[in-house]
C-alpha cells in the first residue's frame, strides 16, 4: 500500500460549541447543586486563565499552552485571559488584557473584543482591566456578588488550583469550596464533541506510532523514535503539543514508568536485541492522547520475547473481557 | 548531490573542561575584583540550579532545561542541584537531591554522588541537605563564612535572578551584589570550546534551514515549516530545545519580529507569492543559534521581492564591510 503521504489524516476543524456545551453542563450542574442547598442562583463563575512565563530570569518566553480548566470552559489559546459565566443567566464573558502599542510590532495585530467573541462564541467579550466594573454592574440581586472561585487540590501532583485575582475582588463575595469539584465532576463524562477530538488525537497518534515502528532500526538513539513521533503528529495532524514528555525506553528502560525527562532524556543507543517500550501521545486543542507501543527494535521477536508478549497480551484480554460482561 | 541521509552531520562530544574553565575564568575574575578592593579571598559561589516544574497544578511536568548561569558554571542537566566554587582553594562542588526510593520506579536509576563527579568532573560530589554542614566545615577562616550569591538583573526581560535558598543559610554572611556583574561579564567573550558548540548549533540549524527551503510548498501551513525544522535539528542534531520557539511567518505575517508564539502560531496557509521570513535556531547542550532566513515559498522570486532582498543583502554587506576596516 503505496502512499505518496506518510499520513491520511488532516487536522480537524475545531468545533467552538464543544466549549459552550462544557459551559452549559457547569451551569445546570453548578445551579442544580445551588438549589439542592437552597442558595439562591446568583453570582458569577470567575476562573482566570493561564499566564505567559519566561525562563528563569531571562526573556526566553515557554510555548504556552492553556490552563486545563480555563481551556475546558473557554477554548482560549492565549495568556492572560479571564472568564466568567453569569450564575443567573448564563451568560458567558471573556475578559482580554489591555496590550500596549508596541505588542503589534514584536507579537503581532492587537485584535478588538469582537474578534474573539467570533472566535470563542461568548455572549460578551471585555478588557480585563474592567472585570470589577462589569461583573458589579451586571449584578441583579442585593448585596456584594458572589464570585465562585476554582480552588481545590490535584490529587495526582498534591497541588492546589490558583483562583483567580484581579483588582477590586475585595468589592466581592467569594466562595472557594463550591466549584472545584463540580467542575471536576463535569470534566469526567466526555461529550461527542470532546470525544471526537479525543479519537483525533489517538488516531494520529496510533499512525506516528506504526510510522515510527515501521523506520526504527538498531544502532538509532531513542530521542530519534521521539523526533519522528513529534514530525509525525505535528507535521501531518498539527499538534503542536504532547499529553507528556514522550518516552522512549530500550533495553532495560523500558522498567522505569517515566523515562525521557531531563535526566533519563532518551540518550541510548537502541541494541540488537532490544526490545523498545514507547509511550507516546499527542494533544490536539486541549485533548490528548495516550498510547504505549512495545516491539522489538530489530523488528524480529525472539521466542523468549514473544512468549511474554503474548502472555501480556493473554492478560490483557482478559481483564478487558472481564470488564465487558456483555461481549461473548 | 544525492544522499542518503539528509544529513552530514552528528551530534559531537560534550567537553566537560568546558565547564571547568568556565569556573576557572570566574574564579580568576571574582579573585581579581577581591584582591582590587582589598578584600579577602575567602567564601564561596553559591548557585541553586533550576527546579523541574508542573504545569499549573497538574502532575504533567514541562521538560526541564537548567538555568543558564548554572548550566554555563556546571553543565548540568538534571533539575534540583546546587553549585558551589570555594574562592580561597578554586575547589568545585555539587549538591545533588537525595532522591525517594521510588524515584528508581518511576524516573529512573538513582545514581551515587560518584555517577556526577565522573559526568562533571568537579572536585566533590555531596547532598543538597549536607550544603550548610559542608560549607561550614570547609571555611577556614574565621567568622561566618562569605557567600557571594546570584542576585541581578536581566536588562532584556527585567526580571531579576533568584539568589540561592536552602536551609541554615542564616548561619552565613551574604552577598548579593559582587557576583552578578562579575559572572555576567565572564559569559560574554567566549572560550573556544564555546565556539565549537555555537558552530555546531549553527551549522546543525543551517543545515536544517536549507532542508526546510528544499521542501517549501505553496498550501503547506507554516507550522508545517517549523516541524520539519525541529524535526531535522533533533534528529539529526540531537538538539531537544530551540533557543527560542519558531518564527515561521509568511506573507504580512513576516513584519511582526517575534510571530509563532501561542496567539500566533504559525497557523497561516503558505499562498502564491508569499514571501517566508522563517526565525528559528536549535539549541546544543545550552549553546544556541539564531538564524534568519528569507525566501519567496513557491521557489521564484517575483521582480519586486529579488530587487527589495537584493538592496537589504547589499545594505547587510555595507554594514559587514563597516565592522572590518581591515579587510577590502
Not at 459565566?85 to 458567558?92: E, N
Not at 480552588?151 to 472557594?176: C, M, R, V, W
Request: with cysteine.
Amino acid at each position: 500500500m503505496a502512499s505518496s503521504s506518510p499520513s491520511s489524516m488532516s487536522p480537524p476543524m475545531i468545533p467552538m460549541e464543544l466549549h459552550s456545551l462544557n459551559r452549559e453542563k457547569l451551569f445546570n450542574s453548578l445551579r442544580d447543586h445551588l438549589t439542592s442547598c437552597a442558595r439562591p442562583l446568583q453570582g458569577f463563575v470567575l476562573l482566570q486563565g493561564g499566564e505567559e512565563q519566561t525562563r528563569h530570569c531571562t526573556d526566553h518566553l515557554e510555548l504556552f499552552r492553556q490552563e486545563s480548566y480555563f481551556a475546558y470552559l473557554f477554548g482560549v489559546e492565549e495568556p492572560g485571559f479571564y472568564g466568567s459565566i453569569d450564575i443567573a443567566s448564563g451568560k458567558s464573558m471573556l475578559f482580554i488584557p489591555r496590550l500596549p502599542a508596541d505588542y503589534a510590532v514584536w507579537m503581532g495585530k492587537i485584535q478588538p473584543p469582537s474578534h474573539f467573541q467570533e472566535k470563542y462564541k461568548v455572549t460578551q467579550v471585555l478588557y480585563t482591566d474592567e472585570i470589577k466594573d462589569v461583573l458589579l454592574d451586571q449584578y441583579h440581586a442585593t448585596g456584594a456578588p458572589l464570585l465562585f472561585l476554582l480552588h481545590g487540590l490535584n490529587t495526582d501532583s498534591n497541588k492546589y488550583s490558583k483562583p483567580a485575582e484581579f483588582q477590586g475582588i475585595e468589592k466581592f463575595q467569594t466562595d472557594l469550596n463550591t466549584l472545584h469539584p463540580i467542575l471536576t465532576e463535569c470534566r469526567v463524562i466526555k461529550s461527542n464533541l470532546e470525544l471526537a477530538l479525543i479519537q483525533y488525537a489517538n488516531d494520529i497518534s496510533s499512525e506516528a506510532h506504526v510510522e515510527v515502528m515501521r523506520k526504527t532500526k538498531v544502532g538509532m538513539k531513542e530521542y530519534q523514535l521521539e523526533s519522528m513521533f513529534l514530525h509525525h503528529t505535528y507535521m501531518y495532524g498539527g499538534c503542536r503539543h504532547c499529553s507528556y514528555t514522550c518516552i522512549c525506553a530500550t533495553g532495560d528502560n523500558s522498567a522505569v514508568l517515566h523515562y525521557g525527562h531531563a535526566a533519563a532524556p532518551n540518550d541510548k543507543t537502541l541494541q540488537e536485541g532490544d526490545m523498545s517500550l514507547l509511550d507516546m501521545g499527542a494533544e490536539y486543542h486541549f485533548y490528548g492522547s495516550d498510547i504505549t507501543c512495545s516491539f522489538p527494535v530489530n523488528g524480529r521477536f525472539t521466542r523468549d520475547q514473544s512468549l511474554l508478549y503474548t502472555a501480556v497480551l493473554d492478560a490483557h484480554d482478559a481483564v478487558i473481557s472481564d470488564m465487558r460482561p456483555g461481549v461473548s
